[in-house]
């Protein structure tokens, strides 16, 4: 990476802290970066990365063009976009007032990794045996969501 950054890239794609460490070692510069696509910024904003952010934009040139992704726009990402933003045009898909719908009903099941397969089943199993229900599975990695996958086609 290090190398490829100091012979010069068109696209840099990076965490904000690695990029910052790039930066800071002198292995790149943003002098002449035109174009800053931030992607889930809500998401970077929550795990803390506000400063690193606002360290990188600091360093572009003033005539880039920034994109923001968010699939939320609380307060936080409101006021980055003030800071950072100018003449910009804001998409929106859906309602920016979203509101929790009181008719779902939730239950958090505290168990060991170890458990959680099994009782996934048992609640899917529960829940198919019902007429029109719909389920969301969260997860946080791509081969998790694989491996649920299989599993639910497997189990039919």
Not at 15 to 21: A, F, H
Not at 60 to 70: A, C, E, F, G, Y
Not at 83 to 91: A, K, M, R, S, V
Not at 103 to 111: A, F, R
Request: proline share 3%; hydrophobic share 35%; with cysteine.
């Amino acid at each position: 990476q290090a190398r490829d950054l100091e012979r010069g890239v068109e696209i840099c794609i990076a965490t904000p802290g690695r990029l910052i460490d790039f930066l800071e070692r002198g292995t790149t510069n943003l002098r002449r970066c035109t174009y800053l696509v931030l992607d889930e910024a809500d998401r970077m904003l929550d795990m803390g990365f506000e400063p690193q952010i606002r360290k990188i934009i600091e360093q572009i040139r003033p005539d880039r063009q920034v994109l923001m992704w968010s699939a939320t726009w609380p307060k936080e990402v409101q006021t980055l976009a003030e800071d950072f933003l100018t003449d910009y045009t804001q998409l929106n898909i859906g309602s920016l007032t979203l509101a929790a719908n009181h008719n779902i009903l939730q239950i958090v099941d505290v168990c060991q990794e170890h458990e959680k397969e099994m009782k996934l089943r048992k609640l899917l199993q529960e829940i198919c045996s019902e007429k029109e229900t719909k389920t969301i599975i969260f997860v946080e990695t791509k081969r998790k969501v694989d491996e649920i996958t299989r599993n639910i086609c497997y189990d039919g």
